[in-house]
C-alpha cells in the first residue's frame, strides 16, 4: 500500500496532501492573501510566501492524514508549468525530504495532475473522455486515453478564460480574485441582458483576447451615456460575460466531443469551480446522453490531492526521477 506525499507550489497555493493505495488522507491548502493588494499575484512574494508556508502545511497534512514521515513511501510534486520561483521551493523541498528519507521523487505535470482529480473518490470516468482544463493561465481541451496519456487537442490561442474573467473584474472595478466575484454577481443577474461576440477560431481552438476588447470597449461606450452604468447593471454585466465565456468552452467541447464520438466529458482547473460552468457541462451532456464529471470544488483550483493521486499512479509503474530534477516554467504537456 504505497503512501504517496504531495506537493504543490506553482502558483500562489502552498499545498500538501497524503495519498494512501489511491485514497486522500489529507489535502491542505495554504492561500496567499498578500496579492489581493496589488490586483494579481506577484512572482516574487509568492515564493518568498511558500517557503513560509511549505513546512506547516506538509506538517498538517502529516497529522491530519495520522502518518509519520518514515510512512511516505515516495514523494510527488509539481514540476510544472508554474512560476518558477514558487516551483523552486516546492520542488526542492520534496527532493531534501525524499534524500533525507531515502524514498524516490516522482515529478508531475502540473496540468495532468489537474486531470487526474478526477481519480479521487469513487466515481472515476472511463477512458476516453475527453477532459475541459479551464484555469488562469491555461484553456484546453484534453483527449485522456489513460492516466498519462493525453493528447491536447484544443487550446487558446492567446489568454485564458479564466485571464478573460479576471481582466473582466479589473474593468468592473472589482477586487482580486476576480472569477469568484463575477460568479456571485452573476447569480443574481440576467445572462441575456447583454450580447458579447463568440469568437471565430477554426477546429477545437479558443481566443479570448478579442471577447476581452469586445467587454472594455462595450464598458467604455455605455459610460459615455451613463457614468453610473457599471454601478447599476453590475449584476447583469457579470451574467453576461460569465454566459459568453461558458458558451465559447461548451460549443468547443461539444464539437469535438461529437467529432471524435467521445460520449464521457469533464471538467478541470480553478474555473471548473464556476457554477454556470458546472450547470452547462451537466445540461450539455444530459442534452447528448453522456456522462460528466466535475471534481470536488476542494480539488478544482491547485491542490496537492490532485498530484498525490497523479504520482500514486506513477508509483505503481515506477517513474521515479533522480534528485538531479529542475523544476520548468514552462512544461510540455
Known amino acids: 500500500m504505497p503512501v504517496i506525499l504531495g506537493i504543490e507550489s506553482s502558483c500562489d497555493e502552498t499545498s500538501a496532501s497524503v495519498c494512501a493505495d489511491g485514497t486522500i488522507l489529507s489535502n491542505i491548502i495554504a492561500n496567499q492573501k498578500i496579492h489581493e493588494a496589488y490586483g494579481g499575484v506577484v512572482p516574487e512574494l509568492a515564493s518568498r510566501v511558500h517557503q513560509q508556508n511549505i513546512i506547516p502545511a506538509v506538517q498538517q497534512a502529516l497529522l491530519n492524514a495520522k502518518v509519520s514521515k518514515n ?8 514540476r ?43 466515481d472515476k470516468p472511463q477512458f476516453p473522455f475527453l477532459c475541459l482544463t479551464v484555469s488562469g493561465g491555461h484553456t484546453q481541451i484534453v483527449l485522456v486515453k489513460d492516466y498519462f496519456d493525453m493528447q491536447v487537442i484544443g487550446q487558446t490561442q492567446d489568454d485564458a478564460a479564466g485571464e478573460a474573467l479576471d481582466k473582466t473584474s479589473k474593468i468592473l472595478g472589482l477586487p482580486y480574485p476576480g472569477g469568484p466575484i463575477i460568479d456571485k454577481y452573476a447569480r443574481q443577474g440576467n445572462p441575456n441582458a447583454f450580447t458579447f461576440p463568440e469568437p471565430q477560431i477554426p477546429g477545437y481552438d479558443f481566443s479570448f483576447s478579442g471577447l476581452k476588447t469586445a467587454i472594455l470597449y462595450f464598458i467604455r461606450d455605455q459610460e459615455k451615456l451613463n457614468p453610473n452604468f457599471k454601478e447599476e447593471h453590475m449584476a447583469d454585466i457579470c451574467a453576461s460575460v460569465e454566459r459568453r465565456v461558458v458558451t465559447i468552452l461548451l460549443n468547443k467541447l461539444k464539437r469535438a466531443a461529437l467529432d471524435l464520438e467521445i460520449k464521457t466529458v469533464s471538467l478541470a482547473g480553478g474555473v471548473s469551480a464556476n457554477t454556470d460552468l458546472r450547470l452547462g457541462l451537466q445540461q450539455l451532456a444530459d442534452e447528448q446522453g453522456w456522462k460528466a464529471f466535475i471534481p470536488k470544488f476542494e480539488y ?21 526521477v533522480g534528485q538531479q530534477v529542475a523544476p520548468l516554467a514552462r512544461m510540455p504537456f
Open 80 to 122: 510544472g508549468p508554474g512560476l518558477l520561483g514558487s516551483l523552486l521551493v516546492g520542488v526542492s523541498f520534496a527532493k531534501a525530504f525524499a534524500l533525507a528519507n531515502d524514498i524516490p521523487l516522482i515529478d508531475i505535470n502540473h496540468m495532468q495532475g489537474h486531470v487526474l482529480a478526477h481519480f479521487i473518490g469513487e
Open 71 to 78: 510512512d511516505i513511501d515516495a514523494v510527488a510534486f509539481t
Open 300 to 320: 478544482c483550483t491547485d491542490n496537492a490531492a490532485m498530484i498525490a493521486i497523479a504520482g500514486y499512479y506513477k508509483y505503481l509503474k515506477g517513474e521515479f
